[in-house]
């Protein structure tokens, strides 16, 4: 075996500290490990590395994608949006609420790049996903449109 799997991720044997890390670390390490530290706020290795996780999630349809981003506590999707050449999907409870307001700063292209990943995985061609909306920005929710 030369690389790991989402399957592989999900056996966790700490008997001390369980399955959880902090908002905290996962904040630091996206925000300013991959954001600050990278060029472009590191987008093109976020986007790379969302697309990889979405395609190894193993989902087979939206539902259990978004049960996935529930339950892995990424975010609450809901669709605004949809038609037969994508939708809107609003994550409600995104890692980055909470955090300062930055206008013009768009921040969680990681999620967008996992959904990407995964919906085209799932519908079995290209799918695009851009971030439209950002807690950070001082928006409501995140957002993305999603074109098929």
């Known amino acids: 075996m030369d690389h790991f799997t989402f399957a592989d ?4 044997k700490r008997e001390n500290l369980g399955d959880l890390v902090p908002l905290e670390l996962f904040r630091t390490i996206r925000l300013i490990g991959l954001y600050q530290a990278l ?3 590191g987008k093109g290795t976020t986007q790379t590395i969302g697309r990889k996780i979405g395609e190894e999630l193993g989902v087979t349809s939206v539902n259990e994608l978004f049960e996935l981003f529930e339950n892995m506590k990424i ?3 809901t669709i605004v949006r949809e038609d037969e050449k994508g939708m809107t999907v609003a994550i409600h409870d995104c890692f980055c609420e909470g955090l300062p307001v930055m206008e ?6 990681l999620e967008g790049a996992i959904m990407e990943g995964a919906l085209t995985k799932i519908q079995g061609k290209r799918v695009s996903v851009r971030e439209v909306k950002c807690n950070v920005h001082g928006d409501e929710h995140c957002e ?3 074109r098929y």
Do not use: A, L, Q, R
């Open 9 to 12: 991720m999900k056996k966790i």
């Open 39 to 41: 060029p472009m706020n």
């Open 75 to 77: 975010g609450i999707p």
């Open 104 to 109: 013009g700063k768009m921040v969680c292209d």
């Open 144 to 146: 993305y449109e999603v």
